[in-house]
């Protein structure tokens, strides 16, 4: 009987030390309204919500809160940077919430892990300068999560993520951009790893649909899952793969792209499975 009641009692206190660490961290999370930053406008297309006030908002953030962009049109003011980890900034759904970028690029964030953007529209009509400019830019990252995001018109990529690992980005739809509707890059062996890519659309871009060239430099970028993506209608490519091994292509579709609809090269220990295209250009692939 008393062996019952310490070991109750044991169960008693973790749980009481569990809900202790966590609930704190939990409520301490919050929701930030760009709409309570000065901002201007009352988000119809006409008057988008202006006046920096995303910036705002997440300047105002600490880590694990939510920026909410609440249904309607928001115009940036240069390029929107987020410079905290554990950040979400989160609209009410791709078509609901627009973002209308400046001359520059939409959310761009450096070395920062945890990030994640979903559920609006990003509209790049606006970049006119003449060097590369995208609609979601995070480099050095970890953990970055991209979800139910569309991405048009960009002046290059809609996706251009440099060096990221262990990465989500799913349910996207990139098109009519002046490039790549995604665009994963390394310039360095073990960058751009283990990053997982589904149910994208990616179409009418200029060049590529799914541009992912691996490590340009040095050794191989490995274990990246590509898996039900579909590329069409792209002035290049539809989707590309090079300088990797490890990683695998499967349940995708490719066709009616300017050049090839697959294009793989330089790859080694590579799952290729179930995927329907038109035409491929294949050297130099090892399959696993």
């Known amino acids: 009987m008393r ?11 973790f749980v009481v030390f569990f ?3 966590i609930i704190p961290n939990v409520l301490a999370a919050e929701y930030i309204y760009p709409q309570d930053y ?5 988000g119809t297309k006409n008057n988008p919500w202006a006046n920096d006030c995303i910036d ?9 809160d939510t920026i909410y962009l609440k249904a309607g049109y928001y115009q940036l003011s240069g390029e929107c940077v987020i410079k905290e980890d554990n950040l979400t900034v989160m609209g009410a759904g791709m078509g609901k919430t627009i973002v209308l970028t400046d001359d520059a690029h939409g959310f761009l964030f450096f070395g920062r892990d945890y990030i994640t ?10 970049q006119e300068y003449t060097y590369k400019l995208y609609g979601i830019y995070p480099a050095n990252c970890d953990y970055t999560t991209i979800r139910n995001v569309e991405i048009k018109n960009c002046n290059s990529c809609g996706i251009n993520n440099f060096q990221t690992n262990y990465g989500l980005y799913e349910n996207l739809s990139l098109h009519d951009n002046g490039e ?5 890059a390394s310039n360095h062996q073990d960058l751009n790893m283990y990053n997982t890519y589904r149910y994208i659309n990616a179409y009418n871009n200029t060049k590529c649909g799914f541009d992912d060239r691996g490590s340009y430099t040095q050794g191989y970028s490995h274990h990246n899952l590509v898996e039900n993506i579909h590329c069409w209608g792209n002035g290049l490519y539809g989707i590309i793969f ?11 579709s490719s066709h009616d792209n300017a050049r090839y609809d697959i294009y793989i090269k330089d790859l080694d220990d590579f799952t290729f499975k179930d995927c329907t295209y038109k035409t491929i250009y294949e050297y130099d692939v090892n399959y696993k």
Do not use: W
């Not at 705002?56 to 694990?64: D, L, M, N, Q, W």
């Open 117 to 126: 953007i979903a559920d609006m529209t990003i509209d790049g009509t606006a």
């Open 242 to 252: 090079e300088h990797q091994d490890n990683s695998i292509l499967s349940s995708s």
């Open 38 to 42: 000065g901002a201007t406008g009352d």
């Open 180 to 184: 790549h509707g995604i665009h994963p």
């Open 19 to 21: 809900v202790g660490m």
């Open 56 to 64: 705002k908002a997440i300047a105002a953030a600490s880590e694990g």
């Open 3 to 13: 062996f019952k009641i310490k070991k109750l009692m044991f169960v008693f206190l």
